[in-house]
């Protein structure tokens, strides 16, 4: 290798302390960007993988591929994010009402308000008592439009809840299609009644089948493994406030989506 370097009129001294240098420097940021990593990684909880690291750090000037930052979290610092469980399989009572599955897994709009998706979820306190949350949903940006956390699963709640999301949406001009499962909270006749009433188009899912309202499943499991699964709530208030700050502050603000390309639905219905 010298001979070459003297061949071209370099000083090897000047080539070795040039890569030396070089390398110094490459260690120095690739520390910094670790330690960056190390410092989300624990200040979420673990619940970042590499595709929502590599947005985080762009965010702060670390401008590094999803390739890259996989390599550090998960070769070098054995840091990986949090499983989500698979949701066990419950079984449906029979419904009153069923309405036509009108999207077919098409999970997408062209504009918000135009299709919504709606579930339940169960939530435990510290002494193991259950609470139910619903929550609605904007297909066209994952964004959450309503959300609220009760003690007992009823028509009453889903019908609170939908009432909460056509509050909070004043420039509704059109019909807007709800698609939940066949429970009997959405297939009451008090819930599709209210539905009736203010111009709002119920589908439903296949019995049985979860696929069918996939985007609340996931959005479920993002909710109790990124929020609830991680503390223990000795009041049903600190319940409440948790999950409506993770709802309408750090899922629909913060939190990159995959779906939007990874920024957050605040910001993707803003740049429609």
Avoid at 12 to 21: E, F, G
Wanted: hydrophobic residues 30%.
């Amino acid at each position: 290798m010298r001979w070459l370097l003297r061949r071209l009129d370099i000083c090897p001294n000047a080539y070795y302390n040039y890569r030396k240098h070089r390398k110094a420097d490459y260690d120095t940021q690739k520390s910094e960007v670790q330690a960056k990593i190390r410092e989300i990684y624990h200040e979420h909880r673990g619940v970042d993988g590499y595709r929502s690291m590599t947005v985080y750090l762009a965010r702060q000037g670390y401008r590094y591929s999803p390739t890259t930052i996989h390599k550090y979290m998960n070769t070098e610092m054995k840091l990986f994010s949090i499983v989500r469980p698979k949701k066990p399989v419950c079984g449906h009572a029979k419904p009153h009402k069923v309405f036509d599955n009108m999207l077919h897994q098409d999970f997408t709009a062209e504009k918000p308000n135009q299709k919504w998706c709606t579930d339940f979820t169960y939530l435990f306190l510290k002494n193991h008592e259950v609470r139910y949350n619903c929550t609605i949903l904007d297909l066209y940006d994952r964004s959450v439009i309503a959300s609220i956390t009760d003690r007992n699963i009823t028509s009453d709640l889903a019908v609170r809840t939908l009432k909460k999301a056509l509050g909070s949406q004043p420039s509704i001009k059109e019909g807007i299609i709800l698609h939940s499962d066949q429970g009997t909270q959405y297939t009451s006749k008090a819930f599709t009644e209210f539905c009736e009433s203010v111009n709002v188009t119920q589908s439903m899912s296949k019995a049985g089948y979860p696929y069918d309202n996939a985007p609340m499943e996931r959005y479920f499991n993002t909710l109790k493994n990124e929020c609830t699964n991680l503390y223990e709530f000795t009041t049903e208030e600190a319940l409440y406030q948790t999950v409506e700050e993770f709802a309408y502050v750090a899922y629909n603000h913060v939190r990159p989506h995959s779906f939007n390309g990874y920024r957050t639905p605040f910001e993707t219905r803003n740049a429609a």
